[in-house]
């Protein structure tokens, strides 16, 4: 989930639940990594890059310390992130995809993970797009998530010698029963168009393992 704070070029209260059994905790983390994205899930011509978890914006926006702390509880829950993945047909170098699986002990835990970034999610990232150095322009459009989820497209327009481009990353957080996935995306000018179906096939695997 930490990648839904990552912009590359990117509740409230302590949350207490019952400490899972240690088998409980082996199963959760199978479902983990076998529901996360992989590269066989993608079109021809994508390729597997490291996963990038680096934050340098953590702490520098008050409309994220909601989120933060959730992302915080979401690391000490089975887990499981996949590498970035390029597209190597994209000739900007720009396209990529990552996505992130959590499995919590109840659904009521997932239900208020997914609360705060509900909440929260438009202003954080809107703080942090401003954050970013060069950046000209930083607008944040919410999109229609069926189900219970929460997604944002984040539009920060740069400037490279003299011109000026904009990069359109999507960050989708999705319950599905006491599991979280993440989904981001980025692609140069708008969303890439495989985001939805790439996403649901993780939402697919899911609905059969919680």
Same mark, same amino acid.
């Given at each position: 989930?930490?990648?839904?704070?990552?912009?590359?070029?990117? &509740?409230? +209260?302590?949350?207490?639940?019952?400490?899972?059994?240690? @088998? *409980?905790? =082996?199963?959760?983390?199978?479902?983990?990594? !076998?529901?996360?994205?992989?590269?066989?899930?993608?079109?021809?011509?994508?390729?597997?890059?490291?996963?990038?978890?680096?934050?340098?914006?953590?702490?520098?926006?008050?409309?994220?310390?909601?989120?933060?702390?959730?992302?915080?509880?979401?690391?000490?829950?089975?887990?499981?992130?996949?590498?970035?993945?390029?597209?190597?047909?994209?000739?900007?170098?720009?396209?990529?995809?990552?996505?992130?699986?959590?499995?919590?002990?109840? &659904?009521? +835990?997932?239900?208020?993970?997914?609360?705060?970034?509900? @909440? *929260?999610? =438009?202003?954080?990232?809107?703080?942090?797009? !401003?954050?970013?150095?060069?950046?000209?322009?930083?607008?944040?459009?919410?999109?229609?998530?069926?189900?219970?989820?929460?997604?944002?497209?984040?539009?920060?327009?740069?400037?490279?010698?003299?011109?000026?481009?904009?990069?359109?990353?999507?960050?989708?957080?999705?319950?599905?029963?006491?599991?979280?996935?993440?989904?981001?995306?980025?692609?140069?000018?708008?969303?890439?168009?495989?985001?939805?179906?790439?996403?649901?096939?993780?939402?697919?695997?899911?609905?059969?393992?919680?």
């Amino acid at each position: 989930m930490r990648k839904f704070l990552t912009l590359t070029a990117g &509740a409230c +209260a302590v949350l207490l639940v019952a400490a899972p059994v240690a @088998a *409980d905790e =082996e199963e959760d983390q199978a479902i983990a990594d !076998d529901s996360v994205l992989t590269l066989a899930d993608l079109p021809e011509g994508w390729e597997e890059g490291d996963a990038d978890t680096d934050d340098p914006a953590e702490g520098e926006v008050p409309e994220c310390e909601a989120i933060e702390r959730a992302v915080d509880r979401g690391d000490e829950v089975p887990n499981a992130e996949s590498p970035d993945f390029d597209d190597s047909n994209d000739p900007n170098g720009v396209t990529s995809v990552s996505n992130e699986v959590l499995v919590f002990p109840k &659904a009521k +835990a997932a239900k208020r993970y997914l609360r705060t970034f509900d @909440a *929260d999610g =438009e202003a954080c990232l809107r703080g942090r797009g !401003d954050l970013i150095p060069g950046a000209l322009d930083v607008r944040v459009e919410e999109l229609g998530v069926e189900g219970s989820g929460a997604g944002y497209t984040v539009y920060i327009t740069l400037e490279s010698n003299g011109e000026e481009f904009t990069l359109a990353t999507d960050l989708v957080v999705v319950r599905v029963g006491r599991a979280i996935t993440s989904f981001a995306a980025e692609n140069l000018d708008e969303p890439i168009p495989e985001g939805p179906d790439i996403l649901d096939i993780v939402i697919g695997r899911l609905q059969e393992s919680v």
